[in-house]
């Protein structure tokens, strides 16, 4: 919907440039409305912009660099929130691992051995959830490590 709202925006931004172009080529009493059609044309048409979503040959991986978890666990959730990195897994030992470039990680111990499946930040707390375990589906805390 604001994709929609914004290009809406954008061409009656463009037709207001026009108005204006339009008003001043013929308030001066010229002939010559090459000005005017130049300056359309290129309000109309402006260059391309190059993103992921016009050009996919320039989404590739290949600018990201493996790295390796703390535990060779089914990774299921991350967040980035706080300068902190929060990853929670389904299974394993530790099933938390947090890192604060996204490159080295630690282990952490999770409240209790649940299947652990994505990890939400919000009000200054960190907040998991589980799939599995006993009834508590739920963990949270404050800098995401305690």
Known sequence: MFRIFSKFLIRLTILFCILIIFTYSCKNKSEDNTLLLFGAYFLL????????ETNPELCTLSSFSLTQATEANVWAGINHANNLFV???QDGTNRVMTSLDGKTWTAR?????GQWLSVAY???IFVALS????????????DGIN
């Open 45 to 52: 048409n402006p260059a391309p912009v190059k993103t992921c």
């Open 87 to 89: 990853a929670v897994s």
């Open 109 to 113: 111990s999770a409240s209790e051995a």
């Open 122 to 124: 919000g009000n200054n």
């Open 131 to 142: 799939s599995g375990g006993s009834a508590n589906r739920f963990m949270s805390s404050t």
